[in-house]
Each structure stands twice: as structure tokens, then as C-alpha cells.
């Protein structure tokens, strides 16, 4: 878990991913050596920030985005939202500027929309980017953290990348706000390497029908809906393997499988992840049986897909 407390306390909003990018890449070039199968790396300003690593000869992609929720300073120490943020009084925020590093606290004011502030000494400058302080806590039982959406999912990715021998992992950029890069990333890996299936590594909700600790969820629809037949295999897969998960089905919310779904190319994809209870907050909390279940899964289906 020392891994993933690391990625939990990087600071990468969506649009300023360059720091989690770097520190991907650092991880890669040091550890790389030592998975079964050395991938090749594309990244560079072509990508902007995103990473694509190729593994043997793939067949299909696991996407996991990079980027985080969070707030962009205003004028005068006003704050706009980047994605969905909870925002409740004293959340201490962090981040820097040109003076230097910068902590906060949350003000919210109850109008109609509420008026977001940072209350800090002095004033930020425009344009910075604020996110939650770091905040990790494991117990025996649960994971709690900031920004285990998606944190975890890099994780799971990474984990991955050790056994894996023939696949793609896609590293992708502004999924919490503007849909993401994973059309771009699509259209790469599509007409390079001919892949057009895709698993999204990103973290779910608590609802009424996904519980912590029965394995990850694997999404049948959400405001999208995801071809019949790849989930049907998916299932069947992680069922002859007697892994535990959950199924879920909502009515709402989206992801790097909406970005490809959207887009004019004929993937097929399939979300899966394990479930968080306070979501888009600083105390996210996923229960470590279902962290076991999301990575077992995936290290099975880009084996078997």
C-alpha cells in the first residue's frame, strides 16, 4: 500500500497531470526490468501527458486515468470547481505558486450556485490548481484516502504491468472534466496495434446494490451501455475463475468507456473497479477485499481477452 499512498499524494488535477506523469514514468524506468515482459513506452508531447505501454502483442487495453478533481484559483482567492468535488467547509486544500507552496481551507458560502474560497494569508495566484490535502489511512479491513478515484486504478494498472505479457496499459488525462484523451488513446492503439477491446480501471460508488467487500463491480451500463456480448465474456471468465464480484447497474455517470463509446471506433468495453463510499471527497474509502477482487480480474482478463 506504500505505492498507493504515494500516487494518493500527488498533485494532478485534470489539465496539470504533468507531476503524476513524471512520477509514472520515474516508476516505469526503474521497475520495468523487472516484470516478466519489458514494455515499450509512448509518451512525449504527442501524447501531451498520457503513457501507452505495449506489452508483447496485444489484444486488448486497460485504461486508467491519471487525473484528479480538484479547484482552480479565481480572482481573488474565489475557486471554481475542476470535475465534481464534494465541497463542505474547512477541507484543507493544497497546492502551490510561484511565491511557493500554499495550504488552505475550503470556505463555501450557501448561494445559488455556492461561492467556493480559499482561506489562505495571502493571495493566490490565478490560475493555480488546489486539490485535497493528503490524507491516507489504512486499517485491516479499508483503504481510506483522497484521490483513491482513480489512484487506484493506476495502482491496479501497475500491479498488472508486472505479469503481464501481452497487453496494452493507457495512462489517460482529463477523465474528471472534458471526457479524457481516451479517443485519442483509442484511435492510437486502434490503428497501430489493431486492439479494440478495452477494460476501464476506475473506481464505483456504494449504492443500494454494490456493498463493500463482494468483490469489484463490473458495470452493465451506466449512462452508457457497453456491448452485450464483451460483458457476457467477462463474466463468464471471471465466474470459471471464481473471483468475487458484483454487478452493477445505473442510470448515470461516465467514463474512458463513454470517451470510446462516443467515439466513431468499434471497441468494445467494459468498466470494472472496486466501490468507494465518500466519492469526489477527501476520505474516500474502498474495503481491501474488493482492491484483491479488481486485481485479480484484471491480471485474469488481459491474460485470457
Known sequence: MQLLKKLCAVH??????KEMTDFLLNYIKKNASSWKKKPIVFTGNEFQESIVLVFGNPTTALFAHIDSIGFTAGYNNELIKIGGPVCENNFILSGKDSKGKIECKLVVKKNEPP????QCKREIERGTTLTFKPLFKESKEYVQSNYLDNRLGV???L????????GIIAFT???????GNAQ???KFIYEKFKVRQALIADITWITKGVKHGKGAAISLRDSLIPRKVFTDKIITLIKKAKIPFQL??????GSDGSSLQRSSLPFDWCFIGAAENNVHSPNEKVHKKDIDSMLRIYRLLMKKL
Open 12 to 17: 494532478a488535477p485534470s489539465g496539470n497531470e
Open 115 to 118: 461561492l467556493l474560497s480559499a
Open 155 to 157: 495502482w491496479i494498472a
Open 159 to 166: 500491479q498488472t504491468a508486472k505479469t503481464l505479457e501481452n
Open 173 to 179: 488525462t482529463y477523465e474528471e472534466h472534458g471526457g
Open 184 to 186: 485519442f488513446i483509442g
Open 248 to 253: 452493477e447497474v445505473e442510470s448515470a455517470g
